[in-house]
């Protein structure tokens, strides 16, 4: 089945031969919708977390930061932003020469309030001889667009949300890179430096690195705070093999198999590579001003030291079962532990011999850990929060999409539908075990989550292969905490328009 060239395009990946057997098996056989218990709410699964107890956990995470610990910020930032722009694409290449749409009025109408509008004043007298406003009161609306999207223009149809102007300054316009840099600042520090990590697409990391270079000299003067500013890409070996209707491996016009990225669950592997004890995990769109960054400061210290009391929890015990000769009254306080605060029950944890018991602490407390920011459900994307059932037949909280429940199981749309909070994407997680060495992450993914999604070639259908979700499957097997936080600090920019919401002006 597999040519000499596919050997050697699948040696250049780093993949390997049963990999992709198995990934076939894979699209035969589909995955396995998950087993729930419940969705996850206050009381049940979500803590909500009293103003004394906030203070409290800011003061532990002030404190875990004075012993100078190695901290860093993970922002996923890939691919361009092009669905950002999918309305404005219509308008641009559509027949309509004026704006019809609410969407197209509003852009128009508005087009002054976006933090970018003097780099594209800029371009329209440059491609024109005119501004932007000149343009359109002659009609000329679509030539506006093109200065925005095209390369000849600003490019920002190809280009990645972080580079993006989001935010106007008195003294300047700033991106979603330079907004994470700059909350790196106000929570991520430790002896006066913070890690910033962004992952990046091949295509864009120079663009990437030429910001970096031009900027931080000026935030560190600001801050007064040294930057380590790094960079990865998702790794060819995390690509997966395209298939056909027919699960056969889908081939190009020239004969090549066809390989896709395999999804934000990739980057499990970038966030294992990281030699950090916390990691903060926030999307690349999702940030604000100046004048609201209060909120999110307060909250990301409340789920970071949230996360370091119960690391420093599971450490003791994990020392203490080292140290051999553990009662029953220390067992059970370890059990109230991994069932009250880390909401995990084992079947049968109750009937268990010393020996057996002491093997399931270990196990279960010896993982990755993360605390994760619940926002009140409004409408929005994104996963839920739930209690689900593991392939060890233990219960424990994951952060479940759409694909992975059993739409005709009533109970389980119900729950789903009736669910009161959702991810945002706010993480903070810890990825060393207890006597100090990182956890070798890809070990904690479930393979049983991932999906499959139907996408085209050349015209012709395909089945892409999508790896276990990064905060979803990637994490299954982590203990797992979750925090409400405040619906202000989740302001995601899925359209140009809502660069014109309030938390963005």
């Known amino acids: 089945m597999l040519s000499s060239e596919d ?7 780093g993949i390997s031969e049963q990999q992709i057997q198995h990934q076939l098996e894979q699209f035969r056989e589909g995955f396995p919708f998950l087993k729930l218990r419940a969705a996850a709410a206050i009381g049940n699964g979500i803590v909500a977390p009293s103003e004394a107890e906030c203070q409290a956990l800011v003061k532990a995470w002030e404190d875990y930061k004075a012993e100078g610990h190695h901290i860093t910020k993970f922002v996923p930032a890939s691919g361009a932003a092009s669905r950002m722009f999918k309305n404005m694409f219509e308008f641009r290449d559509g027949d309509h020469d004026a704006p019809a749409t609410d969407f197209e009025k509003t852009y128009f109408d508005r087009i002054q309030d976006f933090a970018f509008f003097p780099a594209l004043d800029d371009a329209c007298q440059v491609l024109y001889g005119e501004g932007a406003l000149d343009l359109i009161e002659a009609g000329r609306y679509k030539e506006v ?13 190809q280009l990645p949300k972080g580079l993006l102007q989001f935010h106007a300054y008195e003294e300047d316009a700033r991106t979603p890179l330079e907004e994470h840099l700059v909350e790196a600042a106000q929570y991520a520090v430790s002896n006066g430096q913070t890690d ?26 600001k801050y007064k705070v040294k930057y380590h500013v790094s960079f990865s890409e998702q790794k060819p070996s995390t690509d997966t093999l395209a298939a056909t209707m027919d ?35 926030k999307n690349i769109d999702n940030v604000v001003p100046d004048r609201l960054k209060p909120a999110t400061t307060l909250w990301k210290q409340v789920i970071a030291g949230a996360l370091v009391n119960a690391q420093r929890q599971a450490f003791t015990y994990l020392r203490r079962l080292d140290e051999g000769g553990v009662g029953q009254a220390e067992l059970q306080e370890m059990v109230n532990f ?20 002491i093997a399931t602490l270990r196990r279960k407390l010896n993982r990755p850990m993360r605390v994760c920011g619940m926002v009140k459900n409004v409408g929005e994307p994104g996963g839920g929060p739930f209690l689900a059932f ?18 005709h199981n009533p109970a389980y749309m119900a729950m789903f539908q009736s669910g009161t909070h959702f991810n945002p994407v706010d993480l903070v997680c810890a990825i060393r075990d207890y006597k100090g060495q990182r956890f070798d992450l890809p070990r904690f993914v479930d393979p049983a989550t991932g999906f499959i999604s139907y996408k085209s070639k050349s015209g012709k259908e395909l089945k892409a292969l999508e790896l276990p979700g990064l905060w979803n499957g990637a994490m299954s097997d982590w203990s797992t905490i979750f925090v409400e936080v405040p619906l202000e600090t989740f302001n995601p920019v899925k359209t140009v328009n809502d660069l014109l919401r309030p938390q963005h002006q």
């Not at 050997?7 to 990946?13: G, Q, S």
């Not at 667009?145 to 149809?157: F, H, I, Q, S, T």
């Not at 190009?252 to 980057?267: E, I, N, Q, S, V």
């Not at 991994?338 to 018991?357: F, K, N, R, S, Y």
Request: one cysteine or more; glycine letters at 8%; proline letters at 3%.
């Open 247 to 281: 699960n056969e491996p889908f081939r190009t016009d020239d004969g090549k198999l066809l390989f896709r990225p395999g999804g934000h669950g990739a980057l499990i592997q970038n966030l294992s590579d990281l030699d950090s004890d916390i990691v903060f995990i």
């Open 390 to 407: 593991n392939p060890d037949g233990s219960v424990s909280l994951q952060i479940l999409e759409s694909s992975q429940i059993d739409t």
């Open 196 to 221: 910033v990590h962004f992952t990046v697409s091949t295509e864009h990391r120079e663009l990437f690195e030429d910001l970096v270079a031009r900027v931080l000299s000026a935030y560190e003067e």
């Open 145 to 157: 667009v093109a200065a925005m999207l095209n390369e000849d223009g600003l490019n920002y149809g």
């Open 7 to 13: 050997r050697k395009m699948l040696a250049d990946k």
């Open 338 to 357: 991994l069932q009250g605060d880390l909401c995990t029950e084992v079947p049968g944890i109750a009937e268990m011999g010393t020996d057996e018991l």
